[in-house]
Nanobody, 120 residues
């Protein structure tokens, strides 16, 4: 089992920046990739970015160029650096981790989420 804890959310003005962190614990050796997704009320959870243990990163088109994902393997921590934040970026941001896809449901780990609110 893997446990994930997100942190770093908060209230920022439009155009501002924020850096989210997600620390993994438990059976971290089973993790192949970690990533971020977000969800607003009444919507599905949408993937944002992921990074594999070898450093390969992928981004959804709508955040490409503004968000950067990085991984500190020694700390089992993944980060999401967000710049030029927009009101539509407001959401609960969730951390994800697990083995290579396709994953069994019991091997697909999620944190509890951290709230990001972009507002003036």
């Amino acid at each position: 089992q893997v446990q994930l804890v997100e942190s770093g959310g908060g209230l920022v003005p439009p155009g501002g920046s924020l850096k989210l962190s997600c620390s993994a614990s438990g059976d971290v050796t089973s993790i192949y990739s970690m990533g971020w997704a977000r969800q607003t009320p009444g919507t599905v959870r949408e993937p944002l970015a992921q990074i594999t243990k070898d450093g390969t990163a992928e981004y959804s088109d709508f955040v490409k160029g503004r968000f950067t994902i990085s991984l500190d393997k020694a700390k089992s921590t993944v980060y999401l650096q967000m710049h030029n934040l927009k009101p539509e970026d407001s959401a609960v941001y969730y951390c994800n981790a697990g083995p290579p896809f396709p994953r069994l449901a019991e091997q697909d780990y999620w944190g509890q989420g951290t709230q990001v609110t972009v507002s003036s």
